[in-house]
């Protein structure tokens, strides 16, 4: 008789599960809460799905901290970003990959990757029950017996649980996931905000809303300097991209990038701020020089015009009131004092003030099971037998740019292998 293998959460890691119980014989059945599964994968990518990182395993772990890359160093080789790809273009979805190493489908719809999985999910005979709500997993004995939901009871010989995090709650992610290992005495890491926009304590200038900072470095500092985080816990503090300036504060990839160090920062000192270089290709000490030629050339024209040349127009007069200079004051007029500080503004505005970072809208969370709790070769409880978990319901949350839905994918595609190989008299292997 074939096992049969309950799959909590139909996102990512919840879809590559089932496909691998499938792949190795047991019976799948992959519970979903919302009306269909993958609903986060349609928004993602700003509903063009950035799929994954056309990269080796090898590098693929380098979107994530020392720890999060050692636990997830088997499952990314197993099933890697080739892989999955080349499975999508046996569904007839073409990808492209960006200079960035970022992949979407060609067709810039993250509907068509969805649907492409729906179709791997049907061909291979995974039975999907939506609008379906898990109450509890029960256990017996210390192992898996099966699970409540809708008030029905399913008896399973494993589960996988693929929940997510508690990012986009509206999309379903509410954290079951995490609240249902707690129960079965798993430790957690505390749940925090990671890849999501910084809000300011106030609004900043309507002005300010939608105007973009291209290729510039954000940075977040905390006494004057850069914030030194807990061992561990080495998530950047400063990042070189795009940012976009928002009705509530800052978005866009420099942004969600550092969004993680200043919410921990946030946490331990007050106030966090962020920091924008500018003109992250021209040292400080050449910029004196810079304005030099400008004076000799066009000495008479106004301040502004300099600035302009550096940024949108519609943020000049807020950088030049943040350097103490007056619009229309002459190049040639400007002190060294005043041309000293609008030089040093132009490497490091501070654009505004951490707030809050809020969770809910978040790319992904950081924080969850903790990663000692699982084997990393199996993705199996060491608490639970026939328990198993997979993607962001778990301590890991890595870098803007497909790394994130890389990791989902290749440890449900290992948990969903192993609990349809498990056997509960045998104790899963050690984490190599």
Known sequence: MSR?????GGGAAGIFAALAARSQGALALLYERNRRIG????????????????????????????????????ALHELTAADVLAALRDEGV??????????????????????????????????ILTNAHVEKILTSDGAVSGLIADGVRQPCDAIVVATGGMSYRNVGTTGDGIRWAKELGHLLVPVRPALAPIYFPQPPPATWQGVALRDVILRIESDGRRPKLPRGEGFPTEWRDDLLLTHRGISGPSALEVSRAAARVAEDSHPVHLVVDLLPDIPADALPALWEERVLASGKSEVQTFVEGFIPRALVGFLLDAARLRAGIKMNSVTKEERALLLRTLKGWTVGVVGSVPLDKGEVTAGGIALGEVHSTTMASKRIDGLFFAGEALDISGRVGGYNLQAAFSTGHVAGISAAAHAPSLSPPETR
Not at 44 to 72: Q, V, Y
Not at 103 to 124: H, I, K, N, T
């Open 94 to 127: 073409e990808t492209i990959t960006r200079p960035n190493g970022r992949v979407f489908p060609a067709s810039g719809r993250a509907e068509d990757v969805l649907a492409a999985f729906e179709r791997m999910l049907s061909r291979a005979g995974v039975e």
């Open 39 to 74: 609903i986060k994968i349609l928004i993602s990518g700003g509903g063009k799905c950035n799929i994954t990182h056309d990269a080796p395993p090898d590098e693929i772990e380098e979107g994530f901290i020392t720890g999060e890359a050692r636990f997830l160093r088997y």
């Open 4 to 8: 049969t293998v309950a799959i909590i």
